[in-house]
């Protein structure tokens, strides 16, 4: 394999670490999705000490299961057992409390799933993209965030295109570099 080579991480190689014990794999898992969880169990519990409870049990049951488990996705699993576990819940709380309106209708749980995912990592690359140096941040930002072909940067700065790709090309290398660690959990977000 070449230096510059980067080996794609994909969830089935990070199910086969965790089916090994890889403690790190499953911190770096828990550490990139638990926060997202608990915002997407909030919507649903209304108290996030709950959710925090609830998306905890959901990482502990994954890894108390870990020799056995058969995950495509970790996105969709974590969603769906989150999910599972706040109408749960809800549903004991209903008979606790013996509320009919307590739990509610399977369509209000409709979420974009997403959300809290894409929000944090655009945080993320955010941050990194202003990390960049100030002529390559703007020409980045006017490409990726303008939606601005290359001639057209090129005509609005004053400078070649040849620059403007070369400024792009940098920008690009010095973000994989600082996102390295996500950019196959970016790669199935924003490109699945």
């Not at 670490?17 to 911190?27: L, P, Q, R």
């Amino acid at each position: 394999m070449r230096v510059n080579e980067i080996k794609p991480i994909t969830d089935q190689s990070l199910v086969e670490s965790i089916k090994n014990s890889n403690e790190g794999v499953f911190e770096l898992v828990f550490n990139f999705y638990y926060s997202g969880l608990v915002v997407y169990a909030d919507q649903i519990i209304k108290n996030t000490t709950i959710s925090e409870d609830i998306v905890q049990s959901v990482f502990m049951k994954l890894w108390e299961n870990r020799e056995t488990i058969d995950i495509r996705s970790f996105r969709s699993y974590f969603i769906q057992c989150v999910k599972n576990r706040c109408i749960d819940h809800l549903r004991s709380q209903q008979v606790k409390n013996k509320f009919d309106n307590r739990a509610p209708e399977s369509d209000l749980l409709v979420m974009d799933e997403d959300l809290w995912t894409k929000t944090e990592l655009s945080e993320l690359i955010e941050q990194s993209v202003e990390s960049l140096p100030p002529r390559c941040r703007e020409i980045f930002r006017m490409s990726r965030y303008e939606n601005l072909k290359i001639a057209e940067i090129a005509d609005q700065l004053k400078i070649s295109k040849r620059t403007v790709e070369t400024q792009i090309s940098k920008a690009l290398k010095i973000l994989r570099v600082k996102l390295i660690d996500y950019l196959s959990l970016l790669a199935l977000i924003f490109f699945s």
